[in-house]
Structure formats: structure tokens, C-alpha cells
């Protein structure tokens, strides 16, 4: 038998979500009269857009004639959906080469496989906290992870300190679970600390379409000289429902090179592509042809339109902060309001207390990492009719 690779032993059990899912259903068995309101969903809940399930349904079509029938695809997309993002970049005022723009079945496998082009000796740098990922793909590959804290005091927007090299920089904005959002300024120190540190940035901006104010860069390409030092995953399972659809897309700029230990220059995307061309043979043609129709007119629109309502429910939640009094972070460019925990309770204890008294899930902080602890994470997911009632219980409690 080979041996196994032991970095898998120093992953963390991630029982964030099963250990909600027992509590929940313990609550539920002991209690079964009680409705239960399920305010830590982390996944759409919206059906698919008209236009994009008629694109689904023309491609489907095409399928099924053999003068348009499709087989293996490009390995980085097709040429119509890559225009179509570059447009969508086009509208922020990025402009990118199609040849910079991979497309993939999600951010998730690419923030994870990008880590392949690497050294295991680089040392990474993530922000706690954030989506546990970053965290788990580069401890099965064995780098020295350093964290840099998000607090109260600096708004969940941990900025660069200078002491500390990194090789890697995860970068999640706006950000899950924080809701928290970099601005400009903040951005294009990033974007300098990375230069000086021949770092790279890895830049996850899976929410950028939940940015309402204008003021705020959607793409970190909005700063200059991030295009020589930053890659950029997106996807449309937040933007578009397409959480089980499945299509994202990154970008690798041309401009990028990453040394070896000798010095030799290497082209990342270069590098990218022929890891993709390698171990990936591209997103369904059926789903592409969708995706593309998410960035029509139409389809953006119908995005909008579900965005719209998911921010109501939002509202909803961070309106009730505000009347508390209670520290929040997030509900205006992104689906999460992360609040600090009433009553000095940590974040299981409240976990358990809104649960108890008020049968309301949400998902306690101490699951995103330490700085988490005291905090807790609702989203804007559920109906509108569900987020008023549950936030009419919260208020009870806080009498
Ligand atoms: C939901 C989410 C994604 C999207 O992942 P997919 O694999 O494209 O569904 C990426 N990053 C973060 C932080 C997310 O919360």
C-alpha cells in the first residue's frame, strides 16, 4: 500500500456544519412543535434566471443534433463565454485579454489548485477570519501559514504589516463571512506590499456583484499593478444561482512572472494553463453557453433582480443590528452580516441561545478561525417572509 500523505493528518476536523446540522436536528427531535428559521445558509436559494435555463435548454439542443453537437471543448473555455467575462471586466474599466481568462467549474477548485504552480516552501498569508480553503488546500500541501488578524478595530480589513514576508496572499473581499469590504486605498496597499515581497495575490472575488456602493473596486485589476501581481477567481454560483450549476472563472494576467529559487522566470499563466490543459478537460458546453447568458443584457438584469432581494433580507438583519446597538460588519455589498455576540457569550453559547429561545440557526464565528470566536455570521438567504419573523424573535431576546 503507498504511503499516505501525512500534511493530511494537520487538517483541522471540520465539524463547523455537521455540528450545526446535530444541533439543529437534537433541537428539532426534543422540541418538534418549534419552527426553526435557517439564517447560516451559505448557498443561493433563488432559482436560475429565465434567460440563463433558455440557454440551458438551446444548448441542450444543440447537443442532440450532430451537425451541433459538441465534444471535448477547450480546456479554457470557450471563446464566446471568455469574451463575455472580458466585457463584464470591461464594465468595472479592467481591461483583460481573453487569453488571461480561464474558465472552471468554480473558485472553489481553482483558489485550491492554483496552489500546484507553487513552491511548498512559499509561506502564505490568510486572514482570520475566512473561508476555511486557503487554510485547508495549503495545509495538504504542507506551507508555513502565517494569519493575520481581523478584529473589531480594524473593521474585519486586516491591512499588511511590514514585518511579516509573505510569498502568498489570500485575499477574500467582499469577504465571507465578514461581509467586510477593502476600498481602494486599502487595496492598493496590498497591491504594493505584494510587489516589494515578489508576492502573489491571490484575490477572491466571488461577491463582487453584491457591491453597492460605487466607490468600492470590484477586481483588484481596478489597482494598478495588481495586473503584475495578483490572480483573480470568480464565479457565478453567488452572481447568478449557479452553486449547482457549477462555472467560475480566473484570471492570470499575462504580466505575472513568479522566480525559482535559482531565479528563473516563469510565466504563471503560462504555468496555469498547462495545469489545466493537464488535469482539467473544461466546464459542460451546455453550461458555458449559460454562463455567457448571465453576462446578456437580460441576464444581468435577472441577477440584479435576485441580488436585490437577497440585499432586502439583508437589510432586514443589519437594521436590527443597528437598532441594538450590536457591532456588525457587513449587509451592504455583501449577503453576510457578521455581528459581535450579545450578552458576552461566545459563539457556540450563542449559537445554542438563538437556537433555544428564538429557533433561529445562523452559524457561530469560531468556524471561519480564532478572531471569530465572539462572532456570529447570518445571511440574507433565506425569504424575505422567514428573515422579518426571525429577526421579529431576535428582537424579543434582546428585550
Ligand atoms: C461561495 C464562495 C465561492 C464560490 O465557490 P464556487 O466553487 O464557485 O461555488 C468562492 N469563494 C468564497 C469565499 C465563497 O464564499
Known sequence: MADFNEKFLDLKESYLFSEVA???????????ER??????????????????????????????????????????????????????????????DTNEIFVSDGA?????????????????????????????TNTMNGRKIVYINGTAENDFLPMPDRSVHADIIYICSPNNPT????????????????????????????????????????????????????VEFCS????????????????VPKAITSKSANGMEMSLNKMWNRRQCTKFNGVPYIVQRAAAAVFSEEGMSEARAMIAHYMENAKVISDTMTEFGIRYTGGINSPYIWFECPFGMDSWQFFDFLL???????????????????????????????TVEAMRRFKELMK
Open 179 to 230: 461581509g467586510a469590504c477593502y476600498n481602494r486605498a486599502q487595496l492598493r496597499e496590498w497591491v504594493n506590499y505584494a510587489l516589494e515581497n515578489d508576492a502573489v495575490i491571490l484575490f477572491d472575488s466571488a461577491y463582487e456583484c453584491f457591491i453597492s456602493d460605487s466607490d468600492l473596486p470590484h477586481s483588484i485589476y481596478e489597482i494598478e499593478g495588481a495586473e503584475r501581481c495578483a
Open 35 to 96: 419552527s426553526v428559521i435557517r439564517l447560516g445558509i451559505g448557498d443561493v436559494t433563488l432559482p436560475l434566471g429565465k434567460t440563463v435555463v433558455q440557454a440551458l435548454h438551446s444548448a441542450a439542443d444543440e447537443m442532440g443534433r450532430a451537425e451541433s453537437f459538441r465534444g471535448y471543448g477547450p480546456e479554457q473555455g470557450y471563446d464566446f463565454l471568455r469574451e463575455a467575462i472580458a466585457g463584464h471586466y470591461q464594465s468595472f474599466g479592467v481591461k483583460l
Open 356 to 386: 433555544e429561545k428564538a429557533g433561529v440557526v445562523g452559524t457561530p464565528g469560531a468556524g471561519f478561525g480564532q478572531n471569530g470566536n465572539n462572532w456570529f455570521r447570518l445571511t440574507a438567504f433565506n425569504n424575505k417572509e422567514n
Open 236 to 251: 457565478l454560483s453567488k452572481t447568478a444561482g449557479f452553486t449547482g450549476t457549477r462555472c467560475g472563472y480566473t484570471v
Open 22 to 32: 446535530k444541533r439543529v436536528s437534537a433541537f428539532q427531535q426534543r422540541e418538534p
Open 108 to 136: 472553489k477548485s481553482d483558489t485550491g489548485n492554483i496552489t500546484d504552480l507553487f513552491s511548498k516552501d512559499n509561506t502564505v498569508l490568510i486572514p482570520d477570519p475566512v473561508y476555511p480553503v486557503y487554510v485547508d
